[in-house]
């Protein structure tokens, strides 16, 4: 008994896997399968790796952190440590750690073997590559090799060491009384990586993004792909069943059609992703570097994501079974209610404007918000009508064209899709919805930009015709002196000092006669306090004064010595390059080596956009991604429709000839609605977002709508291949009493 | 323009295996425009196999065939086409229509699909189905099975083949429709300036054509008794 059941289990299962290698579309079917098998596989590992990386990330920054113990004695186990903010041109902000170390037994930070000479700099590699036009090497002193990466929070990560060629306790405000470092030292103490840790995009963001991104477009596959091309097995459960098999048979069944290229699939992609772990990788378009085998502490997870996503795409093959399908039922379709069909559709531009021109009307109030949200929801909403209604009047205009101009494949495929659009209408939707929404995301992260996206236009209009330069620590009117030496001839420098006289903002200039002249002022008798008399001829000063965020910008200025200033009273310095240009902030940081913990040139607010923008690459990533799935999904839909519903076709055209008329209907019915979603949907998601991103750094950006555009074409004109291929290869095999 | 002795079909000493099987050997066909033949046999006893070949999609081992006095022998696969498409209609045991399109689309579709550029096309379609007696439907799903099979037939004539190739035409039909199909069918040759082969295990339906043949032995043998 239990041997015949293990028998006819095993029938079973050759009955599945019989009906797998000889279904009609049995490429496609074995490619989408596997397809869907290897891309659930690596959805789930890019989240199982988000918190593998995550994890051993926070280990490394941990193990940065310094035990402080200010009443240690100052001997030589101590280092004194201090840190200060730099950042390239259009990069984001890094640290500048500064060490003292007291004696030989100083702690090491981590990264570096042996203390290099006072005055000299270890760089990140990162940071050593990305500065190279900037000339980082010079910035902090002597450069002196790279920072081991392995020890860094991620081999990407921007950081410098420098070790203090002065005194840290008379030239840092704030000198740290480093004893080692531990990753169990007090939790308030921060770290030497402090500053990435808070740059990070949130680990649970991220792997929001990529559920919706990777996972739920690889279920969508899962599902279109077990349903794809399956009329054999279909047929052979249906017969199975009448003949008194249940639940458990037909599972049999699918398994064993199934079973091998879900493996397959599952298995391709598991060692694929075990491969890139071992290995280490750098996630393109984000540029991060993964160590390798960093991930294969957690090997036990990464291997569970190819038994998951098989056991998914098996159990959706047995669940979406042949009842789920049957097309041959007899039953009168559900009657189809055009005008509410159209209702919604018309409703679709409305909402369109009132997401886009209402809120202009009501700015600076609430509804501005809210008319776009309220407008973008209708959007969606009302999307899948617009779609249907758009797909109907396309298809029949096609038909009509076709008819007219006798090309058969116009005229079958719109007719077709005019006939049933709901297939096509619903893969349109899907990836034109999926569109939008990476658009939404992308706006929704531009919103945290508006501060760093006011000081680029502010930048982009008014050049930096003049600097203000502060003095990080203290400086001595020594240090002050070599640096404005190292400067001379193309900065110019003044000390300057702020203050606000009610509403308005006074700028006191101090310097030597000749400094003074340099910017077109008279030089006072020392002592005293002037105003110019008359409007300002230099065009820097002017400039740089009516940028003032608090209007225009008073003056005074007298005769004296900025290094004393900068000595005494902690006092910045007001930088103009002497031919009239932008200021040249990589030389006057170089130059600001002279000062022991160098010089800070606040430019603006522009590197606090830097992180989001570099945050807004992984949801462009994973959307990209989710897009290019999503189009599978669609495209795997639409050839298995078109080869299922163009099967009757095949003997005409075997016995008239004609055989590129698939080649046109497979570009009509599988390539076309897919480039039309991409573009409609990046288009009105480019549209509805508009209001959201005035004030905004752009992250939708050209680039990445192109990008997504073509991604999803390319996997169109796959499908649309694969499709025609398929056909014509069964209308030139067709042969009399065969197929029949 | 071809000369009325030109037969339509000619076969002759038409010899074809299949592995170490001869399924024909010797065999010999010849059908004027106006005749019509029809060829009985047993399940498996070769006849989709001889229309494949008079299609020019398989190649006799030896001997010759030739549709409308060209020799399919020394033709590529495009000329091949060419000379399916003009001078060759058939018509299917299932029909194979597109059931989203109405009749006209389908018959039409057979013409545009050979590249035909006549302007006068939708009349002719028309005509065609009128005479053959297919009522107006703007879907062939909503027709009756014989009303299905004749909108076959006239997109099987619509080229205006010299050969009319029919498998099974009547298979999936119940007795009246198959009576109704079979009337319509044998009534072509004299209408329709063609020659008509049919391929049947039908022998009610094989009845009305000019002559009967049994595949038997390799070759056709007249009359409708396989001998063994
Ligand atoms: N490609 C093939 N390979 C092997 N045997 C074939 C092939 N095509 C047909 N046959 C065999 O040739 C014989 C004739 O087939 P067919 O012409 O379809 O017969 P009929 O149409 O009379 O039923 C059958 O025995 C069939 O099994
Ligand atoms: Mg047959």
């Not at chain 1, 249907?388 to 077709?416: K, M, N, Q, Y």
Request: net charge negative; proline share 6%; glycine share 10%.
């Amino acid at each position: 008994m239990s041997g015949n059941r293990r028998v006819l289990t095993r029938r079973l299962l050759a009955i599945g896997a019989a009906a797998g290698r000889r279904a009609e579309a049995g490429r496609i079917r074995f490619g989408s399968l596997a397809a869907a098998a290897g891309a659930l596989t690596v959805a789930l590992a890019s989240i199982a790796a988000i918190g593998v990386a995550y994890q051993a990330r926070m280990d490394r920054i941990d193990a940065a952190m310094p035990v402080v113990d200010e009443s240690a004695a100052v001997d030589s186990r101590l280092l004194l440590m201090e840190d200060v903010f730099d950042e390239l041109a259009d990069g984001r902000q890094f640290t500048v750690v500064y060490f003292e170390p007291v004696g030989p037994d100083a702690p090491l930070p981590p990264g570096m073997d042996a203390w290099p000479e006072p005055g000299q700099v270890l760089l990140s590699p990162r940071l050593h590559e990305a500065g190279a036009d900037e000339r980082i090497e010079e910035r902090y002193g002597e450069y002196a090799g790279l920072i081991d990466p392995d020890a860094l929070a991620d081999p990407g990560q921007q950081i410098a060491y420098v070790v203090a060629d002065g005194d840290l306790s008379v030239a840092g405000e704030y000198p740290l009384h480093v004893v080692g470092f531990d990753p169990s030292g007090p939790p308030e103490a921060m770290g030497v990586f402090w500053l990435v840790a808070d740059q990070d995009f949130s680990v649970p963001g991220l792997v929001a993004i990529a559920a919706v991104m990777l996972v739920l477009p690889a279920l969508l596959l899962a599902a279109v792909a077990v349903r794809t091309g399956a009329e054999l097995r279909d047929r052979r459960e249906q017969l199975v069943t009448v003949l008194g098999g249940g639940r458990r048979e037909r599972f049999l069944i699918s398994l064993g059609e199934s079973a091998v290229p879900v493996a397959a699939g599952a298995l391709g992609a598991g060692a694929a992703v075990v491969a890139a772990a071992a290995l280490g990788f750098t996630v393109p378009y984000v540029d991060f570097a993964v160590a390798g085998g960093e991930l294969l502490r957690a090997w036990w997870l990464l291997a569970a994501c190819p038994i998951a996503a098989a056991a998914i795409v098996l159990a959706t093959s047995a669940l979406l079974g042949s009842r789920a399908s049957d097309r041959r039922s007899t039953r009168p379709r559900a009657a189809r209610r055009p005008r509410l069909l159209i209702a919604w559709a018309a409703l679709n531009p409305v909402f369109i404007v009132t997401a886009v021109l209402l809120p202009p009307l009501f700015a600076g109030t609430p509804l501005y918000p809210l008319l776009n949200l309220f407008g973008v929801a209708g959007v969606m909403v009302t999307l899948p009508a617009a779609v249907a209604f758009t797909t109907v009047l396309i298809a029949r205009r096609a038909e009509r064209f076709g008819r007219r101009t006798r090309r058969p494949a116009w005229l079958v495929a719109g007719r077709r899709i005019a006939e049933r659009p709901r297939s096509t209408a619903r893969q349109v939707t899907g990836v034109a919805a999926g569109a939008i929404l990476v658009c939404l995301l992308l706006a929704f992260q531009g919103a945290f930009t508006t501060q760093a996206a006011r000081a680029q236009q502010d930048l982009d209009r008014y050049g930096m015709p003049a600097a203000l330069v502060s003095v990080n620590g203290y400086g001595t009117a020594a240090q002050t002196a070599e640096f404005t030496a190292a400067l001379h001839g193309r900065i110019d420098l003044l000390a300057a000092t702020e203050a606000h006289v009610g509403p308005s903002a006074v700028y006191h200039l101090a310097g030597s006669c000749e400094a003074l002249a340099a910017f077109a002022l008279p030089c006072p008798e020392p002592g005293t306090v002037v105003s110019p008399d008359g409007p300002l001829e230099d065009p820097r000063l002017q400039r740089w004064l009516e940028r003032h965020p608090s209007g225009d910008a008073a003056l005074t200025f007298e005769q004296g010595d900025p290094g004393a200033a900068v000595e005494a009273d902690d006092i910045t310095l007001l930088a103009a390059a002497t031919d009239g240009g932008d200021v040249p902030v990589a030389d006057v940081k170089a130059a600001g080596s002279a000062f022991t913990l160098g010089v800070t040139v606040a430019a603006s607010d522009v590197s606090a956009g830097v992180p989001h923008r570099e945050q807004a690459r992984w949801i462009a990533l994973f959307g990209n991604l989710g897009l290019i799935l999503l189009a599978a999904v669609a495209g795997i839909g639409a050839a298995g429709e078109f080869i299922r519903h163009s099967r009757a076709l095949a003997p005409l055209v075997a016995v008239t000839g004609g055989v590129a008329v698939f080649r046109t209907m497979a570009a009509l019915t599988v390539w076309l609605p897919l480039l039309a979603a991409a573009l409609i949907g990046l288009g009105l998601g480019f549209l509805v977002t508009r209001p959201m991103t005035v004030d905004s750094i752009e992250m939708i950006t050209p680039g990445l709508l192109i990008a997504c555009a073509a991604a999803v074409a390319a996997v169109g004109l796959v499908m649309w291949q694969w499709a025609s291929a398929a056909m014509t290869k069964e209308a030139s095999t067709w042969r009399p009493g065969r197929g029949d | 323009m071809s000369a009325p002795s030109r037969p339509a079909l000619a076969i002759a000493a038409l010899r074809y295996t299949i592995g170490d099987r001869v399924l024909f050997d010797g065999l010999e066909l010849e059908l004027a425009v106006g005749e019509s033949a029809a060829i009985l046999g047993p399940s498996g006893s070769g006849k989709s196999t001889l229309l494949s070949l008079i299609l020019g999609m398989a190649r006799p081992d030896e001997g010759t065939i030739a549709i409308d006095g060209t020799d399919l022998a020394g033709l590529g696969t495009a000329a091949l086409a060419k000379v399916r498409a003009g001078s060759v209609g058939m018509v299917f045991q299932f029909g194979e229509l597109l059931p989203e399109l109405g009749p006209e689309d389908n018959v039409a579709l057979a013409a545009m699909l050979a590249g035909d550029d006549d302007p006068g096309l939708p009349d002719r379609v028309a005509e065609l189905l009128r005479r053959l007696g297919v009522p107006q439907s703007p879907r062939v799903e909503t027709l009756s099975g014989g009303e299905r099979q004749r909108v076959a037939v006239a997109r099987a004539l619509v080229n205006g083949p010299r050969l009319l190739l029919a498998d099974e035409p009547t298979g999936a039909l119940d007795e009246t429709n198959r009576d109704n199909v079979a009337d319509l069918l044998f009534a072509l040759p004299a209408e329709q300036d063609c020659a008509l082969l049919v391929v049947t295990h039908d022998r009610a339906v094989a009845a009305r054509a000019d002559r009967v043949y049994t595949i038997t032995g390799g070759g056709l043998r007249a009359g409708t008794e396989a001998q063994r």
